[in-house]
């Protein structure tokens, strides 16, 4: 068996992404697509990326030859039979993905290790009926594949102990950080970051802040490369109002993952964003201006409170009404951050797929855990009368545990992660 050998089902965006990835960590990589031809157009676009990284000087011209040589086209899934690992980048469609995991499993050794790059559908599902289920997983690669460190190993309820070992082997091979997760809705980044575009349209339908102050102050207290507004623009209105019905229908339609009205309508007008020139922000000009009219409220609910002043006080800033905008946002992260540490993942796996996934300054729990847990807990309870009792702000039970049993963060040394000198 070629231990080397990494095969990939699907040359678009991601399969040629992860293609481009293996071959430059050293993987023989075969890729398989409908037509040849189209494995062919992929690899000459990863070779157009690497010519433009030896015209930088970032990558030697005999390193972007050895990558390109080790580039293959598979003509059937057969060529995949010595494969130590076989990742699948087919379109987003669960009766495709089982058809060819169902042919794949017949046809590889029975170490291959059978992954998806699914970032909506249920592992379990696309896995029902494998024979063999043990092997096969969620692999889920970021976008560029090439330059996001981040794979979300997903576990499937068949998922065997030495294929989630194996994966974690093929991903530091690939100079990836491997994070572990249970198969479950948006596994875990796509549903924690679901507040941080929520909660800033719920400030936006409540007429409790505008566009720029929400953006700004994502930004510029929370140390976010772009605010949740800008971002949604940049991604697209309409994929990430796609991403949250998908969280929110598979969860059973909880409350606190209800897609917005406001986005729902810039969707169904076609306000998609900077590729339609217009979404949040008008794109026609050099300088992107609101495009979103708010009623403002005369009488907004922030308040200084005392929990408010002692978050601020730990983030070393004032508590001003953009620290409060900033803290609704990343209270109702933390929060789901917290419920996905209690129930699919360990915290550092949370903290680490929101740093390298999402680029967040820092992972939510680790915050938490140096403001102190006991002041989440205050501020979480205000958010929550605040909101009418609203589910997105109830504090959940790992949260509350950690605070009974005086695990309270960095000062005592445990919260939700272990800090030791
Ligand atoms: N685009 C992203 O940002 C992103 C990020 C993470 C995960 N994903 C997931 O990765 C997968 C692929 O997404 P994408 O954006 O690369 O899609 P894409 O549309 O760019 O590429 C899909 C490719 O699959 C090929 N294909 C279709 N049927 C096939 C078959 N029977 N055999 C072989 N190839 C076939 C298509 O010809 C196409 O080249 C999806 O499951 C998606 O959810 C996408």
Same mark, same amino acid.
């Given at each position: 068996?070629?231990?080397?050998?990494?095969?990939?089902i699907?040359?678009?965006?991601m399969?040629?992404?992860?293609?481009?990835?293996a071959a430059t960590a050293?993987?023989?990589?075969a890729?398989?697509d409908?037509e040849?031809s189209?494995?062919k157009?992929a690899y000459a676009?990863v070779e157009?990326?690497?010519?433009?990284r030896?015209?930088?000087? /970032?990558?030697p011209q005999h390193?972007r030859?050895n990558?390109?040589e080790?580039?293959?086209?598979?003509?059937?899934l !057969?060529h995949f039979?010595?494969a130590e690992?076989?990742?699948?980048?087919?379109?987003?469609?669960?009766?495709l993905k089982r /058809?060819?995991?169902?042919?794949?499993?017949?046809v590889?050794?029975?170490?291959?290790?059978?992954a998806?790059?699914?970032?909506?559908?249920s592992i379990e599902?696309i896995?029902?009926g494998?024979k063999?289920a043990d092997?096969f997983l969620g692999?889920h690669?970021?976008?560029?594949?090439?330059?996001?460190?981040l794979?979300?190993i997903v576990?499937?309820?068949?998922?065997?102990?030495?294929?989630?070992v194996?994966?974690?082997?093929v991903?530091? /091979?690939?100079?990836k950080?491997?994070?572990?997760?249970k198969?479950?809705?948006g596994f875990?980044?796509n549903?924690v970051?679901r507040?941080f575009y929520?909660?800033?349209?719920?400030?936006?339908?409540?007429g409790?802040a505008d566009?720029?102050?929400?953006?700004?102050?994502?930004r510029e207290?929370?140390?976010?490369?772009m605010?949740?507004f800008e971002l949604l623009?940049?991604i697209g209105?309409d994929?990430?109002l796609r991403?949250?019905?998908t969280?929110?229908?598979?969860f059973?339609?909880?409350d606190?993952?209800?897609?917005?009205a406001?986005?729902e309508k810039?969707?169904?007008?076609?306000r998609?964003?900077? /590729? !339609?020139?217009c979404?949040?922000?008008?794109h !026609?000009?050099n300088?992107?201006?609101?495009?979103?009219?708010?009623?403002?409220?005369n009488?907004?609910?922030?308040?200084p409170?005392?929990a408010?002043?002692e978050f601020?006080?730990?983030l070393?800033k004032?508590a001003?009404r953009?620290?409060?905008i900033?803290?609704?946002?990343f209270m109702?992260?933390?929060?789901?951050?917290?419920?996905?540490?209690d129930?699919i993942?360990?915290?550092?796996?949370?903290?680490l797929t929101?740093?390298?996934?999402f680029?967040?300054?820092?992972?939510?729990?680790?915050?938490a855990d140096?403001?102190?847990l006991d002041?989440?807990?205050?501020?979480?309870?205000g958010?929550?009368e605040?909101?009418?009792q609203?589910?997105r702000?109830k504090?959940n039970?790992l949260l509350?545990?950690?605070?009974?049993e005086?695990?309270?963060?960095e000062?005592t040394s445990?919260?939700?992660l272990y800090?030791t000198?």
């Amino acid at each position: 068996m070629s231990e080397r050998l990494l095969g990939v089902i699907g040359s678009g965006t991601m399969g040629s992404g992860i293609a481009q990835a293996a071959a430059t960590a050293g993987f023989m990589v075969a890729t398989l697509d409908t037509e040849p031809s189209l494995v062919k157009a992929a690899y000459a676009k990863v070779e157009e990326r690497l010519d433009r990284r030896v015209a930088k000087g /970032k990558l030697p011209q005999h390193e972007r030859d050895n990558i390109v040589e080790r580039l293959h086209v598979a003509e059937t899934l !057969s060529h995949f039979k010595d494969a130590e690992c076989v990742v699948e980048a087919v379109s987003e469609d669960l009766d495709l993905k089982r /058809k060819i995991f169902g042919e794949l499993e017949g046809v590889v050794s029975e170490r291959t290790l059978l992954a998806s790059n699914t970032s909506s559908l249920s592992i379990e599902n696309i896995g029902e009926g494998l024979k063999r289920a043990d092997r096969f997983l969620g692999m889920h690669f970021f976008n560029p594949a090439p330059v996001m460190k981040l794979v979300e190993i997903v576990r499937g309820p068949k998922t065997g102990e030495q294929a989630m070992v194996d994966a974690r082997a093929v991903c530091t /091979k690939l100079d990836k950080t491997a994070v572990k997760v249970k198969d479950s809705p948006g596994f875990i980044g796509n549903r924690v970051n679901r507040p941080f575009y929520l909660e800033a349209l719920h400030l936006l339908e409540t007429g409790e802040a505008d566009i720029r102050s929400i953006d700004t102050a994502m930004r510029e207290i929370g140390g976010f490369r772009m605010g949740p507004f800008e971002l949604l623009d940049l991604i697209g209105v309409d994929i990430n109002l796609r991403v949250t019905e998908t969280v929110y229908h598979d969860f059973g339609k909880p409350d606190r993952f209800k897609p917005n009205a406001i986005q729902e309508k810039l969707v169904a007008n076609g306000r998609f964003g900077r /590729k !339609s020139g217009c979404g949040f922000y008008d794109h !026609s000009n050099n300088e992107p201006t609101p495009a979103y009219e708010t009623q403002l409220k005369n009488s907004s609910s922030w308040q200084p409170t005392d929990a408010l002043k002692e978050f601020a006080a730990m983030l070393e800033k004032p508590a001003d009404r953009a620290m409060w905008i900033y803290a609704r946002i990343f209270m109702a992260v933390m929060n789901e951050a917290a419920l996905a540490a209690d129930t699919i993942a360990i915290p550092r796996d949370v903290n680490l797929t929101m740093e390298l996934g999402f680029n967040y300054p820092e992972g939510p729990l680790a915050t938490a855990d140096h403001v102190g847990l006991d002041v989440m807990q205050k501020l979480l309870a205000g958010f929550y009368e605040e909101s009418g009792q609203h589910e997105r702000y109830k504090a959940n039970p790992l949260l509350d545990t950690r605070v009974a049993e005086e695990n309270l963060g960095e000062k005592t040394s445990r919260g939700f992660l272990y800090h030791t000198l």
